[in-house]
């Protein structure tokens, strides 16, 4: 989901958010929407999404943050949550093991699913729980660094890094379509006359002629 328009923003980006259920996606969407946070938080139930514009390079950028509950009954949305996605937050608590050890069944339902070119940051959230460490963040990083993806300790308590983290996503994501944008416009020029396409002027206006009359 990445439209041009004309009028408040330039650019749509959709980003998903995805994750075990209890990780913080909820409070991360609604600290980025909203700067609010919520102890009393529960599951999300079924899909939400909130929307925040930002400044990138200059041009004004809508990120449409969708965010699902982590449990398996509702896997059943997947691919429609997906579709579209140009961008993904896979967030692990750095309290609870199980949930970085399941990062990877989570990005392999993401290459599944989503677009092949799809930007994805990995996220640590609750760092304001550092006594309760159960993912030392080297574990993250060596895991990023194998994966190809961009990572972060978050908190949404704090609003630690959250602005960050959703700022490069959304700027690595412009910057790919502006590389494509250009290709493409490089690619239109060099196609032109004279510039690689064979422009075909062997037909006189004789054996046209004949043409126009064999087909009648």
Known sequence: MAHKVDHEYDYLFKIVLIG???????NI?????RNEFCLESKSTIGVEFATR???????????Q???????????AITSAYYRGAVGALLVYDITKRQTFDNVQRWLQELRDHADSN?????AGNKSDLNHLRAVP??????????EGLSFLETSALEAFNIEKAFQTILTEIYHIISKKALAAQEAATT??????????????PGSLAKKNCCST
């Open 20 to 26: 075990d259920s209890g990780v913080g996606k909820s």
């Open 29 to 33: 969407l609604s600290r980025f929407t």
């Open 53 to 63: 514009t930002l400044q990138v390079d200059g041009k004004t950028i809508k990120a």
């Open 65 to 75: 943050i969708w965010d699902t509950a982590g449990q398996e009954r509702y896997r």
């Open 118 to 122: 799809i930007v994805i940051m990995l």
């Open 137 to 146: 963040d080297e574990d993250a990083q060596v895991l990023a660094e194998k």
């Open 191 to 204: 196609t032109g006359p004279g510039m690689g396409t064979t422009i075909n002027v062997t037909d006189t």
